[in-house]
């Protein structure tokens, strides 16, 4: 099983679905990174919140398979741009052939008007979509971020609460993140633990223990950004580095 | 900062929430609406929902108008059933004005006496119903002393009906007043009359009670109650108080109670019973002519106490008939005492009456008194004594003519003739 947050040397996006054709476990790695990002995307086309369970669901699971399997580097698209470009196919796909045989999901639009109207407005998201291309390198990176997060226990709905409100609570934090990756023994214990080092992280910077329990979240989240440099844009969104 | 529109980029849709990774570098969650399901990576704006500023400008001012209308409508609600109805004026000493509404229960009581108010001062009266505060003033007044019980105090009351569409509770207030009277063994001069607004307002304005007010005025205005019986009695020299119940033939039957404990005691020696004793053992025959001259005198109850005996007779008759005997003897003996229970010598006298005259005797009973209260089975020896006593409120009042029972009236009728 490999960790992308454990090793010191991640391999990058194109190099793992490379691997993916041949290991099995590389390809359930990107296949469970962005299982998020598939659902979401059939969320969004479908325009309900649609589960697991339903079909439109493995539609999209059996989309990003194909899509690791057929992604080619040299396209010019990214892998996550790539994935919603095949979801996006096999669903209208589905909901045409849903309409021809009057089988629709139990669930979904019930007339035939409104089904055409949702494959238009379908077909009309993708054509938004690729224009925003910024937002696809984000994507991968989110997934991976994710994932990653995901390993300490960490959820995105979590960080809410545990994000300090003031800027200078912010400036402090990021001092204190950046102190933390300084020292590789403390780098070390968080990635190997999967755990916030605090008694040694005040030992050693003699920080207030409430402020370490309180936003301990937010400083992981930002420690990891710190040691993924590769997530460019997360890293300038955050701006991890302080001032 | 609630209230400000945020811009993020889209991180995560969770069923409820859209996380959104601000420009600040700190994440937000979102609610999210139902058919909102934005794609990871987009930015997203978040606008939280600001109410424009006419809508937000008639929320304020409307719930504060609603508020003032809300609070005036309870002071309405409220006003208009506490408001006054009636006001009841209370002479005693205390000189009290009582303020009810229009249900009966009381708004405030004025003192216009430093009497009155030492009297209100542990009284609880506020939304307490007129009638319970009526009588706890005539006990409290009582208690204090402001109602003498020889029947000296005089009350006097009177009603004013501060409102046109009210009912007159000047009946209730006299009955409450008369039975805490009785009740309480008070002998007093009561005085309840009605007035109206005016008269109250100029009582006001001469800073007079209102009972002194239609005192003055004299006739002008309706005296429900006259002053007659009460003073009447206390023109009897001599004689133990008795409060002669007015004007309320229901309540007659309560009010002898108090009356006949008072009556024991002071005039043992002139009771009539005594002389209806010797009467009715000595002299059978004079018994039955007065008695049925005392039919004469009592015409409407004359056709009862005529018509029992002439349903009974035949059972009656055939009692004495199977008799001649001593057991009949018994049995007329037994009559006797029932009309004169306090004779100790009974069975001597009825021994020395001859069995004829037993038999007229009885006879006469029948034809005068009530079958009932003669039945020889049941000598009812608690009720007669206080018919005896009443017999003698009125031997000695002229005034007490529509209190007693039919009895009284018979028995009194028949010493009056002997004598």
Known sequence: MIHWGVAMVRPNLESLLIEAHTNIEVRELIISRYKPYVINTVRHLCRRFVTWSDEESSLGLLALNRAIDTHRAMGGRSFSSYVFLLIKRDLIDYFRREQRHQHMSFDWIDSEEETSVTVVEAERSIDQFERNQNTLTLVDEIMSFDQTLQLYGIRFEDLETHCPKHSDTRETLRKLAFQFVQSESLTGMLLEKKRFPQTDFIARTGTHPKTIERHRKYIIALILILLHPEWIYLTEYVKVYPK | MNNMARMGTVIKVTERHIVLLLEDGTFFNVQRKADDIPLIGTSYEYRPQILPSSYRMMIKYGSLA??????????????????????????????????????????????????????????????????????????????????????????????????????????????????????????????????????????????????????????????????????????????????????????????????????????????????????????????????????????????????????????????????????????????????????????????????????????????????????????????????????????????????????????????????
């Open chain 2, 66 to 419: 609603a508020t003032f209308l809300l609070a005036i409508m309870i002071f309405t609600l409220l006003n208009s059933k506490s408001s006054d109805a009636y006001l009841v004026a209370v002479d005693i000493n205390p000189s009290l004005e009582i303020y009810v509404s229009s249900d009966e229960l009381v708004n405030s009581i004025v003192p216009l006496n430093q009497d009155a108010e030492r009297l209100l001062k542990d009284m609880d009266y506020k939304k307490k119903p007129i009638m319970s505060v009526m009588a706890n003033v005539i006990s409290h007044s009582t208690e204090m002393g402001y109602i003498q019980k020889d029947g000296s105090s005089v009350i006097e009351l009177t009603v004013v009906k501060l409102n046109d569409n009210n009912k007159d509770i000047l009946e209730s207030i006299n009955q409450t007043v008369m039975n805490h009277i009785i009740l309480n063994n008070i002998v007093a001069k009561v005085r309840i009359s009605t007035a109206d607004k005016q008269a109250l307002e100029l009582a006001h304005e001469q800073k007079i009670s209102i009972n002194d007010a239609v005192n003055k005025q004299g006739n002008d205005h309706n005296e429900q109650i006259s002053e007659t019986t009460v003073e009447q009695l206390e023109d009897e020299p001599g004689q133990a108080p008795v409060y002669k119940a007015p004007e309320m033939d229901d309540q007659q039957e309560t009010l002898q109670i108090p009356v006949k404990k008072q009556n024991i005691k002071p005039s043992p020696a002139s009771t009539p019973s005594e002389i209806e004793r010797t009467n009715s053992v000595d002299l059978p025959k004079e018994n039955n002519k007065s008695i049925e001259n005392k039919g004469n005198h009592t015409p409407e109850k004359a056709p009862i106490s005529k018509q029992e005996p002439h349903d009974k007779q035949p059972t009656k008759t055939e009692q004495p008939k199977k008799v001649e005997q001593p057991t009949g003897t018994e049995q007329s003996s037994k009559v006797e005492q029932s009309s004169k229970p306090a004779q100790p010598t009974k069975p001597e006298q009825s021994q020395s009456v001859p069995d004829s005259s037993a038999q007229q005797r009885e006879g006469v009973i029948n034809n005068s008194e009530p079958a009932d209260e003669l039945n020889p089975e049941d000598p009812l020896p608690q009720e007669a004594p206080g018919v005896v006593e009443q017999s003698i409120d009125s031997s000695q009042s002229d005034v007490l003519p529509t209190n007693p029972s039919k009895q009284n009236e018979q028995i009194h009728s028949t010493s009056l003739d002997i004598e």
